[in-house]
């Protein structure tokens, strides 16, 4: 680690010298889409020897080692002219017919944008980024860690932070819907691709041959509708060895709803919706009447509801006000409830999401093809000597130990201070408000009946004497 780590953050020094790159959103994106090409160029090599009469879609003067790995070739204005003028427009419009791998070239570099201007310290940073050697398994291994922290520091970079989820909460999501190998998996809002690398970290134990490993690339699926996230992403699969990462540049919100068909049906979904956000004018038309809305997440929820197989199951990060949420909220809430057995929702405690969001979160547990007859709730504790979660200390994958020891035992009496299950029935009579709170923490926190009409009585007569005291002063005075 420590030699890569010196590879970044020198990249990252010099990046810092140039007046063309603006804050650390656009540090990333610079440097991510020169990781690329990178790593790119060396899965080429690789392909050179593994895939039978390969042709590259890139022009052999494009190619990372006909321009990048030669540290004393072009440098200055002369490089930075090739960038703008040569290498930008051309892998803009790369002919997506040539392969698969031009395709995502061109996804890659459709809205992405060369923002460093110096050609001196452009030329710095490809020759930082050239001693790494993505063919070499543990650097590519070392890398990979890495990149996860770079990701992490999105949260510095404004609004951009809303791409990362905590990977204690996806780690927890993909543990208990457990995915298996010849499973499609689909993330419809992927952002830098927590979910769908997670997804292969825990079936990569279920792969053994090289048709089961295409099995597992032909079934992670990303949909990402915005530049940086998709760059990261697909950057993200390629460093976990997927050749040709299935990530579209897509929103698939714009799609009209009764388009779906049986074919575009998934076996599982994991995803935290983009929440708090509107959609374009119009989007919201795509959707029947009663679905018609332009917060996201509610889109979200009714395609997810559509998307899944008879049978299919899903976890989904939700906020509180989905919940509690009445209108297109609760027909929203009738049709999960009527089409999925939504059996569980996982209460998480402020500051999960810090510093994206102080809002308070769920995470919704439901299978298609079934209605709803209990939902199971259980409120995820802060551990001992823990009032919120921050950048510093955030939530940890441990800490759901408890809520899957629980979810094969959840009947036992030691689980009470955190479970409870509330029957269909009693959701319809509430008209779908979901937003119950834990029943056991209230009884625990209130007194009884009648310590509380002594704590009144002894308040009221308090308050009785500060009156007739107040009265006693204003005489006085007055006299």
Known sequence: MPTITTNIKAIRDIMRKDTGVDGDAQRISQMVWMLFMKIFADKEEEWDL??????????????????ASDDEGLTGDQLMDFINNELFPALKDLDVTISPQARIIRSVFEDTYNYMKNGTLFRQVINEIDK????????RHLFNDLYETILKELQSAGSSGEYYTPRAVTQFMVDITAP??????????????????????AMRDQVKTAEEREKLQKGIKGIEKKPLPHLLCTTNLMLHGFDLPAVRRDNLLSKPYSDWSGKDKVDVILTNPPFGGVEEDGTETNFPAKFRTKETADLFLALIIRLLKDGGRAAVVLPDGTLFGEGVKTRLKEELMEKCNLHTIVR??????????GIKTNLLFFEKGQPTKDIWYFEHPYPDGVKSYNKGKPINIKEFDLEKEWWENREDEKFSQYAWKVSADEIKNRNFNLDIKNPHQVSDNL????????????????????????MKVLTKALL
């Open 348 to 357: 998480l405690p402020n500051g999960v999401f810090n510093p994206y969001t």
């Open 180 to 201: 298996q190998l010849g499973d499609t998996v689909l993330d419809p809002a992927c952002g830098t691709g927590g979910f769908l690398t997670c997804v292969i970290d």
């Open 447 to 470: 007194a009884s009946p009648e310590e509380i009409l002594k704590q009144y009585q002894v308040s009221t007569q308090k308050l009785s004497d500060v009156q007739e005291e107040i």
């Open 50 to 67: 593994t895939i039978e009469n390969y042709e590259s879609p890139i022009p052999d003067k494009l190619k990372w080692q006909n321009w």
């Open 132 to 139: 790494i050697d993505f063919n070499n398994t543990e650097e």
